[in-house]
């Protein structure tokens, strides 16, 4: 005698377990499933997408001749083809990154004209949702810049119908029998480029605290560890105030010296600067003449696009926790004229005042945007 799972295994096939075993009912417990790390979340954020994209095909025209009992001459009849569908690019709010574009769309095409003067069905629209701050290129040249939610742009055109017999009766020809087939739909290869769009962003050296930061001040939890590159995706937080205003704060990957020359992440990501309304610059301050940080970064910006650096902006000095933070503070508010809020980011001292004066700063830009005739962007 054996037990029915020893006879299994020995015949090839999957054991049977007995639940009557107290061994065996333990193994056929669930497992609990493995909690995916937010790196692996992540790392999956695409800014770049080529995409080739193909409008409908349109329709064939319809062939028919009318004809009932006593009229048997009823003339052509058939009806026009529909037109294909087109692709439309179109900006979404809860989209965040490209990684859900797919490398090829195209649209649906147009039914055939049918009989009775019947004109066929239009293709169906294509929508492809992408990220707000996507900038579309053909050929190296920008043909739209979707900032708004909802914004839309037609990536390629379906081509029109084909006509039916009776487009082509007349009186020299009383019983046409021509008819033309549906036009191809247009077809294009776009680049895609992400621009983060949000209204202030966070710049500093790796191991500043910007994620760190971010964390303190909003519901975003990007990866925090005491080594260099920790991000390597940009973040965006939502910073909420009581009469229900939005503040959305960028977390840019670290810059290092040379990041204009592409050097370290280099230009990936300092493109994402360029959406930002006005810029908090995070310095370490527990490092010895934490200002040369803020003059390699103004000059990092400076160099990637001229007036970058000149944008409204605050200085961070961030780890205010600990001793040689407290000793350079005053020394760098010597060395520099901007405006200078010492803070912890890791234990939340002074967090306030960053508040209040990012508030101000978002109002300052909202007041300038609505004096130019433009609407400010909300989150």
Request: charged share 25%.
């Amino acid at each position: 005698w054996r037990p029915a799972f020893l006879l299994s295994s020995v015949e090839g096939r999957q054991p049977t377990f007995s639940t009557s075993c107290a061994r065996c009912s333990k193994n056929r417990r669930l497992r609990q499933k493995r909690v995916i790390s937010e790196r692996k979340l992540t790392r999956y954020f695409v800014d770049h997408r080529k995409v080739r994209v193909v409008g409908g095909h349109g329709g064939e025209g319809g062939r028919s001749f009318y004809s009932e009992p006593r009229k048997i001459f009823g003339g052509p009849d058939g009806g026009n083809g529909g037109d294909g569908g087109h692709v439309i690019l179109k900006a979404d709010q809860q989209t965040k990154s490209l990684s859900s574009v797919l490398p090829f769309y195209q649209g649906f095409h147009g039914e055939r004209g049918g009989s009775k003067n019947c004109y066929g069905a239009n293709g169906a629209y294509v929508y492809v949702k992408v990220p707000i701050g996507t900038l579309v290129k053909e050929e190296g040249k920008v043909v739209a810049d979707l900032t708004q939610h909802g914004e839309e742009y037609v990536a390629a055109y379906g081509g029109a119908g084909g006509k039916g017999n009776r487009f082509f009766l007349s009186n020299e020809n009383r019983a046409p029998t021509l008819f033309t087939p549906g036009e191809p739909g247009q077809e294009r290869v776009l680049h895609l480029e992400l621009k983060t769009t949000a209204h202030a962003g966070l710049v500093g050296f790796p191991n500043a605290g910007k994620s760190s930061l971010l964390r303190a001040i909003s519901n975003a939890k990007p990866a925090v560890a005491a080594y260099p590159f920790t991000t390597l995706n940009p973040h965006v937080g939502i910073v909420h105030y009581q009469d229900y205003e939005q503040v959305a704060v960028a977390d840019i990957p670290g810059l290092i010296k040379g990041a204009h020359q592409n050097r370290g992440l280099g230009m990936a990501f300092l493109r994402h600067i360029e959406r930002c309304r006005f810029l908090l610059y995070v310095v370490d301050l527990s490092v010895s003449q934490p200002w040369i940080q803020l003059q390699d970064l103004k000059y990092e910006l400076e160099q990637y696009e001229r007036g970058l650096s000149e944008r409204p902006c605050v200085v961070i000095g961030n780890k205010i926790d600990l001793a040689e933070s407290k000793i350079n503070l005053p020394l760098l508010k010597e060395q520099i004229d901007e405006r200078v809020i010492a803070l912890s980011a890791l234990t939340g001292d002074n967090l306030e005042e960053l508040f209040l004066h990012l508030r101000e700063l978002y109002d300052s830009y909202v007041k300038t945007e609505q004096s130019r005739g433009q609407s400010p962007v909300k989150w």
